[in-house]
């Protein structure tokens, strides 16, 4: 009867292995780089590692180009997007900051870590408070994780998305990309961040 038992559980645990291997969610990373080319739905990107990918453009695509911004732009209910590392005094200090139009409040809501550099995190969130700072200025930022304080020092990059078009994908143009491997084994994505005009998207 245990004997039974214990093979009926092996079983179960057996099938149960399976179905939790069969959902495995797809391969996801993030690129950022230098375009090469767009031949049809085929972007081909020269990556910030040095490799080069190729990433199919899927329907419906959303570009977004960026802007220059300036820290006053940022004010309570602005919602934004910040990259930060921890400085010597304990601060978290942005590294760059994006301002999302009203269309994508809520994109990416919450406190996580990021991989621009070691040890940076990404923020996204609403804009609760503003307080001036001897050298830069403190936000409070409200997300779904709790509230976060940024030190913005003046060299911060700041800058606002613009709604783009798929001719705005041009070699040389600098991109950010959140792509997602098929069971095919390409990487696709229906969303690109570009550069123009000499401003690079945020990474």
Avoid: C
């Avoid at 959902?23 to 031949?39: E, K, N």
């Avoid at 590392?85 to 978290?92: C, L, V, W, Y």
């Avoid at 997300?143 to 705005?168: C, L, Q, W």
């Amino acid at each position: 009867m245990n004997r039974r038992l214990f093979l009926t559980a092996a079983v179960l645990s057996g099938m149960g292995w399976g179905a939790a291997k069969a959902q495995t969610p797809p391969a996801t990373m993030r690129i950022r780089g230098t375009i090469a080319s767009l031949a049809g739905d085929v972007l081909t990107v020269n990556a910030r590692d040095g490799s080069k990918v190729e990433v199919v453009l899927t329907e419906p695509l959303a570009v977004m180009t960026v802007k220059k911004a300036e820290l006053s732009d940022i004010g309570p209910n602005s919602y934004v997007g910040t990259t930060t590392r921890t400085a010597a005094d304990g601060k978290m200090t942005a590294i760059e900051i994006r301002i999302f139009p009203e269309a994508m409040r809520g994109t990416g809501d919450g406190h996580r870590d990021w991989d621009l550099e070691p040890g940076s995190k990404m923020t996204n969130g609403t804009v609760s408070g503003a307080v001036a700072a001897a050298s830069g200025r403190e936000l409070t930022v409200g997300h779904k994780d709790g509230k976060t304080t940024v030190f913005v020092p003046p060299n911060a990059g700041i800058m606002s998305y613009v709604k783009g078009e798929r001719a705005d994908l041009k070699a040389g143009q600098t991109v950010f990309l959140n792509v997602t491997k098929t069971p095919d084994g390409k990487w696709t994505t229906n969303r690109a961040n570009v550069g123009k005009d000499g401003v690079a998207p945020m990474m």
